[in-house]
């Protein structure tokens, strides 16, 4: 054998001896279930393809690091938000959400943008979206509204039914559908778009002080998108182009770059704040609370390899590190939960153990053992139980977070804070958009929309006018409904707009 040629082995490491051939009984013969190559190779190829993610299916991510920028150690005491100047490696996945894994980079739909930043005290992750609100503000909502934006269980084919049906009876929806059908839908490149927590998050200091903080991670290669009819284009020319885009454009070294941002609201600024802050559907409009500059992210160094390190990437918004906590935003506490129970069933309980997960800054030291796939040492001959006189790991007082006042009676009870779900969809429209920005979000909501049944097209449309009339008016003209129906549809209460287009159905 030459020289520096490595030779093949199992997966225990014997050597190979033909792997071009089967071990058969005779000549042609049957094959042989003594052949352990092939049975090891099969029964390995079987098991290559582990569960897709039930959303974030598709996406592609790159490594980098952050380095802080400005000084915030006011506001938390989070170590790798120390110093200015100091890095902290991190790793990216940007992804589509509601498309399977072979789904085209081009459709319209919200796009993940979730960060695993590797610092010192353990693993940190931001897992937010492109966009800063989202459909709906209670997690027992969101099984069905996921439901929705998959495909129809008997046709197995996407539904514009199911799509706006579960919208238009879900009136807090308005102001992501408004964001979702501008061109704000379909992002030229994850190079060229922003990143958002969406939830609240709580900061704390030394002190014991804490806030409420929102991030907005901006894009300084600028925000692009496509139109619909670009990304129609897109979809069939390179349904990959996104994937493809930011590889290259690492490759090539031109290195993606943001710059991260919170807004920062105090606990008697939340109590008197004209909009719920812990309600992801709404936004906290920045001439309340300014864009505060914290750091920037540089992307510089694609995976080797695309399973290994991005397919088997887990992230969660329950990895918090001291310094950073949760908030009373109720779909972040069933998100805190459920991100974990997701990776434990697709990854198994051990996820946290592969190296892309792995916390890298730090050791990692508890008692958990054993479960499927524990391959490290799986704590030797140390105890496995706490607590011990053994000199196991012990837990540090100084690492809780500050308490906040909580209050009420437990029970199930509807959303009840006095600012409605229009004002801030009604005032995107208004303010913020220009007239080509109106003139495609009529164009693609009219497209999508049109294909539904009438009552939920005329149902629909009822909220648009309740955010804006022009808007309402527009979108009602672009699907030939007629505008008195809409609006007498837009002065019934929800309760009874539901009622008055199911009996009309």
């Known amino acids: 054998m030459a020289k520096n040629v490595k030779t093949l082995t199992t997966n225990f490491g014997a050597p190979v001896d033909d792997d071009q051939n089967s071990m058969n009984a005779g000549d042609p013969g049957p094959v042989l279930i003594q052949d352990l190559h092939l049975v090891e190779k099969l029964a390995h190829f ?66 993940g943008f979730a960060i695993k930043f590797y610092t010192e005290e353990g693993n940190y992750d931001m897992v937010g979206n492109n966009t800063p609100v989202f459909f709906i503000r209670d997690p027992l909502k969101f099984p069905d509204f996921i439901h929705t934006q998959k495909r129809n269980p008997a046709t197995n084919l996407k539904d514009p039914d199911m799509f706006w049906d579960f919208l238009s009876l879900t009136p807090e929806s308005i102001h992501q559908v408004t964001i979702l059908f501008s061109d704000r839908g379909t992002p030229k490149t994850y190079r060229h778009m922003n990143g958002y927590s969406s939830h609240t998050f709580k900061w704390y200091n030394d002190k014991g002080e804490y806030y409420w903080i929102n991030y907005q991670i901006e894009t300084d290669q600028g925000i692009q998108n496509l139109t619909r009819e670009g990304a129609t284009r897109m979809k069939g020319e390179d349904p990959d182009h996104a994937t493809r885009d930011l590889f290259q454009a690492i490759e090539r070294g031109e290195y993606p770059y943001w710059t991260v941002y919170v807004q920062i609201m105090t606990p008697e600024q939340a109590q008197e704040y004209r909009f719920d802050p812990f309600d992801i559907t709404k936004v906290w409009f920045h001439g309340d609370f300014p864009l505060i500059p914290v750091g920037r992210i540089v992307l510089n160094r694609n995976p080797e390899n695309y399973f290994a390190e991005v397919e088997q990437a887990a992230f969660s918004p329950g990895n918090f590190v001291p310094g950073i906590a949760s908030s009373p935003d109720k779909m972040l506490q069933a998100r805190l939960f459920s991100y974990h129970d997701t990776h434990r069933h697709r990854l198994g309980p051990n996820y946290h153990l592969l190296p892309v997960n792995r916390a890298k800054a730090c050791p990692a030291q508890n008692y958990q053992r054993d479960g499927f796939m524990r391959f490290d040492a799986n704590g030797g001959g140390s105890p496995n139980y706490y607590p011990n006189s053994f000199g196991g790991p012990v837990p540090d007082p100084k690492a809780g977070e500050p308490p906040f006042e909580v209050s009420g009676k437990a029970s199930r009870k509807p959303y009840t804070h006095p600012n409605d779900d229009f004002f801030q969809a009604g005032e995107l429209y208004r303010r913020v958009m220009t007239d080509e920005d109106r003139d495609h979000l009529i164009g693609n909501i009219v497209d999508h929309l049109g294909n539904a049944l009438k009552r939920i097209r005329l149902r629909q449309t009822a909220l648009f006018y309740k955010a804006d009339t022009e808007y309402g008016n527009r979108v009602a003209d672009g699907l030939g409904l007629d505008i008195k129906e809409v609006e007498s549809l837009a002065n019934m209460s929800h309760e009874e707009r539901a009622k008055a287009t199911e009996e009309g159905a």
């Open 46 to 111: 079987d098991r290559e393809r582990i569960p897709e993610r039930v959303v974030h299916a598709k996406g592609a991510a790159a490594h980098g690091y952050f380095e802080v920028t400005h000084d915030v150690t006011k506001y938390t005491k989070a170590k790798f938000l120390s110093e200015v100047r100091k890095r902290t490696e991190l790793f990216i996945r940007f992804s589509t959400v509601g498309g399977e894994k072979g789904s085209a980079d081009a459709e319209r739909d919200p796009r």
